[in-house]
């Protein structure tokens, strides 16, 4: 099997979908591996890595596309490599399509076997390879929130945990699965005032264990919600249907009711967003202010760390992609039920339901 692995092409974006370990584990079952010239510079992994691990390496990205029978990458692909892409081709990435209909149309053109990262399944049911990034993502709405509160930055100059004899800042969690228990976890102990809303009792049963009534839980209903948003001073949207649209959870009319200089982090937008205000923004021009609040909406927020983000985005994915280099495509999806749940277009089909549904194929 030839693996493609090209740069990543996302404003900001720094990570690659494959480490100079991986790419070892892969020539050693028998992969060629075909790299991109400097694709994990910006991760801090040197070609001469890459070399040395087995990989050859090619400056021109048509070249990895063309050669590869499996594309491995981290985002999914933008318009410019839409035509980089082979018919019938295996790509490895997120993919995210329930908010990229042009992309989905695209791979069904194409007969694209599209396996999407977001969707690939564990035993448990849970999403092994959203998982990391999401924790990630997690962690950095608080840091990247506190940025924009600050008064430079047009925030309302709160500073998170405050100081003796000051009032903390007050962080509002929406969502409380992978990448809301990090902002959590990261809002309180920068020793900000946090609560945190979901539908799933058992998610806020299991935080309001782990911190003991330091962390406030509430059940994400329409009066929790407009109460707490309108005192919000750091808002962080971590809601997920899977594979499906985010849903709108905070209105527009809340947000219009927060303190001026409040800001917005909405990491689910990737799937849409989950905050009627919203829209995406860039690494280049990560905000943008509306009602007197900074919303920050980057997708590809884990590029802020390349590095931390790049291995744990490759150790996840490594089992995956030594099943496929090992039994081949086929075998590897018949025998692993958890990985054919990744398969969202094939054939020139959508055959994953939510994703299916949200672009209104079902
Ligand atoms: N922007 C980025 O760079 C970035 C990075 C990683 C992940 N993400 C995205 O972040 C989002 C969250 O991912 P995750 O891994 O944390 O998902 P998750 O499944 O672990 O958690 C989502 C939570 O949302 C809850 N939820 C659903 N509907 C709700 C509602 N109406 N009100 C409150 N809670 C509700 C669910 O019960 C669940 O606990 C996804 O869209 C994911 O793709 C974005």
């Excluded at 790419?23 to 991760?43: D, T």
């Excluded at 989905?104 to 998982?131: H, M, W």
């Excluded at 699965?177 to 049963?205: I, Y």
């Excluded at 039920?337 to 277009?345: I, M, Q, S, Y």
């Amino acid at each position: 099997m030839k693996i493609g692995v090209p740069k990543e092409i996302k404003i900001g974006e720094t990570r690659v979908s494959m480490t100079p370990s991986l790419c070892r584990r892969c020539v050693s079952l028998g992969a060629k591996v075909l790299i991109q010239k400097s694709a994990g510079l910006s991760a801090g992994f040197t070609d001469a890595e890459y070399r040395a691990a087995g990989a050859a390496l090619v400056a021109d990205a048509a070249i990895v596309w063309k050669s590869a029978d499996l594309i491995l990458k981290v985002k999914e692909p933008l318009k410019s490599e839409y035509g980089l892409l082979q018919d019938g081709q295996a790509l490895f990435t997120y993919l995210h399509l329930a908010a990229g209909p042009d992309l989905a149309k695209l791979l069904l053109k194409k007969r694209i076997l599209g396996i999407a990262y977001e969707t690939v399944e564990g035993s448990d049911g849970a999403f092994p390879l959203l998982k990391p990034m999401s924790q990630i993502a997690g962690r950095l709405a608080i840091q990247v929130g506190a940025y924009f509160l600050q008064s430079q930055h047009g925030g309302s100059g709160v500073l998170l945990g405050g100081i003796p004899g000051t009032l903390p800042g007050h962080v509002v969690v929406v969502g409380a699965g992978n990448s809301g228990a990090h902002a959590v976890q990261m809002a309180a102990g920068m020793g900000a005032r946090v609560t945190v809303l979901d539908l799933d009792t058992r998610k806020l049963e299991g935080l309001d264990s782990e911190y003991r009534g330091r962390v406030v839980t509430l059940m994400s209903n329409l009066a929790n919600l407009e109460s707490c948003v309108a005192d919000a001073d750091l808002l962080v949207g971590a809601v997920l249907i899977p594979a499906a649209k985010a849903p709108t959870v905070v209105t527009r009319a809340m947000v219009a009711k927060m303190r001026p200089g409040g800001v917005i982090v909405d990491i689910a937008i990737d799937q849409g967003g989950c905050i009627e205000s919203i829209r995406p923004t860039s690494h280049k021009e990560p905000v943008y202010r509306e009602h007197g609040i900074n919303h920050y909406a980057v997708p590809n927020m884990p590029a802020l760390v390349g590095r931390t983000s790049t291995q744990g985005l490759t150790q996840a994915t490594e089992p995956y992609v030594a099943l496929l280099v090992q039994k081949g495509i086929e075998t590897a999806l018949a025998d692993h039920p958890g990985l054919a749940r990744g398969v969202n277009t094939r054939d020139g089909r959508i055959t994953n339901d939510a994703v299916a549904r949200a672009l209104g194929f079902a």
